[in-house]
């Protein structure tokens, strides 16, 4: 049996590098939450409509999502911080979501340089960060690609979802 070349052609990735604190929570939750005594959803600090909005995102571009938020410290290790991480799979999941990885932690916890090394070697076609923190995004070279989210007002919104999109779908 003969196989074209293009038989193992991998087809190249949208990705999503996820940050949660400020992205899909915000102030406005933690306000919501303390006024109407509302639960956390699932058992963790995200917003239903934060994740609506990444849902949709994640519809339009078919992209996968790459936890590159401090949150990757809870997601699939062992320890006392394990429930955190699979709540944050339940939530994702509830949405028809997953995070297929993590970027990893490097010795100086700049995240433009976790981000620059999960990519290498991999074939993406096009990525987004969501992120409320400047780590030199685009001294780095990100720049456009970053998305700034704002905690106190309500992290991931309509507007930048589709500002996420257009990127995505560049």
Known sequence: MAFGKRWFRKKADRIIFLDIDGVLNSMDLFDKMEEKKIEPFMGIDVDEDNLKHLKFIVEQTGAKIVL????????????????????????????????????????????????????????????????????DWVEYGLGEHWVRTDFMEGGLNRELALKAVNILNQ
């Open 68 to 135: 590159s938020s401090s949150w990757r410290h809870a997601w699939h290790e062992k320890g006392p911080m394990m429930t955190i991480g699979k709540a944050l799979d339940q939530a994702m999941a509830s949405y028809g979501m997953k995070i297929i990885s993590k970027t990893k932690h490097l010795h100086k916890g700049n995240r433009s340089l976790e981000v620059i090394d999960w990519m290498r070697g991999k074939h993406i076609q096009s990525f987004v960060i969501l992120d409320d923190t400047d780590y």
